[in-house]
């Protein structure tokens, strides 16, 4: 299958601080790109999801200003988690599509732990 | 909306025994769904997928599901499951035309020897 690389796979932070974690897309064209928040025990919550050249589309009860995803390409994703506070503490998962009707490839996802 | 519902939250197997898990899906118009494994320490991979046609859907590793569309249902079987089928299993779903995926809260399967 497809490649989805994420960087960092993990990252420990300072409360109040910004993290940037990256999805690459590296043998496709993602048109649309998802952004996933897994708590421990859970399953995979939908955050966002964003396509190439527009704004993202967040689910409800995710603040837009909080988490900032950029799509600026069709095999780059950046997901921003500003001002960072140990309750955001969590794993993150980038998954990249190409057209609707295909399934969609996972990124290793990033283990972000603020302190 | 669309949301899956997965019923079996942690099964335990011995090798050899058959696998069965529910996955159960609510919308009312085509979609496509997934099965996808995520093994200890690795991430997430597609198992099997179904858009169209015949219903009942072979995977890799010996894995298959069958879709019900009058059940909204979208089982995983495996006749004899390995020590190395010991994963996490999540369904998704979506809504045909829609890009949103949804995914079930997994089961976690463990395979003893």
């Known amino acids: 299958g497809a490649v989805v690389s994420q960087h960092p796979s993990w990252v420990i932070c300072k409360s109040g601080t910004s993290v940037k974690i990256e999805c690459r897309s590296l043998?496709?064209?993602?048109?649309?790109m998802f952004w996933y928040r897994q708590f421990p025990k859970q399953s995979l919550m939908l955050m966002a999801t964003s396509n190439e050249g527009s704004k993202a589309t967040y689910e409800q009860g995710v603040e837009k200003d909080k988490f900032l995803i950029n799509h600026a390409s069709l095999t780059l994703s950046t997901l921003t988690v500003t001002s960072a506070h140990p309750e955001d503490s969590s794993f993150y998962i980038c998954?990249?599509?190409?057209?609707?009707?295909?399934?969609?490839?996972f990124g290793q996802g990033t283990r972000l732990t603020v302190v | 909306a669309q949301s899956v519902s997965q019923h079996n939250h942690h099964v335990i197997l011995s090798e050899a025994a058959s696998l069965e898990l529910g996955c159960n899906y609510s919308?009312?118009?085509?979609?496509?769904l997934f099965w996808y494994v995520q093994y200890p320490g690795q991430h997430l991979q597609l198992l099997l997928k179904y858009f169209s046609g015949d219903p009942l859907v072979k995977g890799i590793k010996g894995f298959e599901a069958e879709f019900i569309k009058s059940k909204f249902s979208f089982n995983l079987r495996k006749p004899s499951v390995q020590w190395s089928d010991t994963a996490e299993y999540f369904c998704?779903?979506?809504?045909?035309?829609?890009?949103?995926?949804?995914f079930g809260i997994g089961t976690k399967l463990q395979v003893i020897p």
């Open positions: 043998d496709f064209q993602a048109t649309t």
């Open positions: 998704a779903v979506n809504a045909g035309g829609y890009q949103k995926v949804t």
């Open positions: 998954s990249s599509r190409g057209r609707v009707d295909t399934e969609a490839f």
């Open positions: 919308y009312g118009g085509t979609v496509n």
